[in-house]
């Protein structure tokens, strides 16, 4: 077949299924879902949703989110009687933003997951808020090894559900050290148990139970190791770490399951009954993706009232970039530097407003804050209507100066040196994990970089 002929198919093809998509129909991955067996169980399970309520619809990330889990979790108990949803920490953002949370809490205890462990980014919240939250919505968080400064469990240690005539125990442990990048110190004020101990608590505890289910938020070794040596356990899931297993692990008793990071994909681990009353095991690894899997209608819903909340507000301030004494548009600074001005119009940072706009993502303020320049700073983006000039990744978001620098009296932070202020540190502020999560330093910034040549001149 001519190339021509296959991109032309290929464009065809993706038409189709957007239409079919956006029409209701069922997306592709669930349609894979069939009924299981009588007597099975299956234990759905996630982690590292990382505070994303709807994917962005980036082509650099078109997967995860909360409203493509959530049509997986539908699917999955419209077609099996007997589901057990749990959640291994971090469903929250990083870098919290208030509002935001209100909804994805209002979403959580809506799904009603059976549980979920508190991960490092729910304890980087407030505390109060937390369990306000946490009281306001029933959500099921548990952890089994943190208490507070009174000594009491910040949440309960464990929970015990009801499926299919069986008794399903679920604990969370969190491991005792800073996690984040940059690191975050989330302990403050806290009583940290070590996991180990906690764990085999837990296990005794649940031991009349016909499924144990402990929640890790551990480094994928520690989580391995706590497999190995805590009896009594049959599934373990990994939080946290971004380790992702295609096939069920098994260690001492246990089965590990380990869905990846930022929540780009769901486990579906299936108890089928075999001769003589033995489980076979079997994992469903769904990807998440703008192809195969549907935002589910209700959670979209609650997105967009975020956004229409949200529009107007200023955004969370935790872009770690320089601020430069005013903010200009590009051209001011093609005065002088023409060719570096010229090459900078070919590169998507000229057309990163364009980018969220093209997806209908413009009035998200977390999606504005990395495609503007000084969205929610003094004299930075505020609309297009009145600031069109810094909508793009401009000049400064590299060189935090003004046109002015190398002037009398024109301040510039000591610490950067506008010709060469580029390095990884300054780019994972936008290009994060969740936000460009194939993001390569190396990789990408040859594609913005002005050639020597020009920079010499």
């Known amino acids: 077949m001519p190339r021509a002929c296959r991109v032309r198919r290929g464009r065809l093809l993706r038409v189709i299924v957007a239409s079919a998509l956006l029409a209701g129909c069922e997306s592709l991955a669930e349609r894979r879902v069939q009924p299981a067996p009588a007597g099975s169980l299956t234990v759905l399970s996630s982690h590292d949703n990382q505070g994303v309520l709807s994917s962005c619809g980036c082509p650099t990330n078109p997967s995860g989110g909360f409203a493509k889990r959530q049509t997986m979790i539908d699917k999955y108990r419209s077609m099996r009687p007997d589901v057990v949803v749990v959640d291994a920490g971090d469903l929250f953002p990083e870098r919290p933003n208030a509002m935001k949370v209100k909804y994805l809490a209002q979403a959580l205890g809506r799904a009603k997951y059976d549980a979920v462990a508190a991960g490092d980014q729910e304890f980087g919240m407030d505390l109060d808020e937390l369990r306000s939250l946490v009281a306001e919505h029933h959500l099921p968080l548990i952890c089994a090894n943190v208490r507070d400064k009174a000594g009491t469990p910040v949440f309960p240690p464990h929970v015990i559900r009801q499926a299919g005539g069986r008794r399903i125990g679920i604990f969370a442990v969190i491991a005792d050290e800073v996690m984040g990048f940059p690191p975050r110190e989330w302990r403050k004020g806290l009583r940290i148990e070590p996991p180990l101990e906690a764990a085999r608590r837990e296990a005794a505890a649940l031991a009349d139970c016909d499924l144990v ?14 497999a190995r040596s805590v009896p009594g356990i049959h599934v373990v899931v990994s939080g946290h770490d971004p380790a992702i297993f295609r096939k069920p692990l098994e260690l001492g008793g246990a089965v590990v399951v380990a869905t990846g990071p930022v929540g780009r994909e769901i486990g579906a681990l299936t108890f089928t009954p075999g001769p003589e009353g033995a489980l076979a095991t079997s994992l469903d690894m769904i990807g998440l993706s703008e192809k195969t899997v549907r935002d589910a209608p209700w959670v979209m819903d609650m997105y967009w009232e975020y956004v229409r909340k949200a529009k107007g507000e200023a955004p969370p301030d935790w872009v770690l970039t320089p601020q430069p004494a005013a903010y200009e548009p590009a051209d001011q600074c093609g005065k002088c530097h023409e060719s570096q001005y010229k090459q900078w119009l070919t590169t998507r940072h000229a057309k990163a407003y364009a980018t969220i706009k093209r997806v209908g993502r413009h009035e998200d303020p977390e999606c504005i804050l990395c495609h503007t320049m000084g969205y929610g700073r003094q004299n930075g983006f505020f609309s297009m209507e009145e600031t069109p000039s810094l909508a ?46 194939d993001f390569d330093y190396y990789a990408y910034r040859p594609k913005i970089a002005h050639r020597r040549a020009e920079v010499e001149k």
């Open 213 to 226: 289910i402990a929640l890790s938020h551990q480094p994928i070794a520690a989580t391995e190791a706590l």
């Open 392 to 437: 793009s990744v401009t000049c400064q978001a590299c060189h935090p100066v003004t046109s002015k620098h190398g002037s009398p009296g024109e301040k510039v932070d000591a610490k950067f040196d506008p010709r060469t202020f580029i390095d990884a540190r300054l780019c994972i502020n936008c290009h994060g994990l969740v936000e460009s999560p």
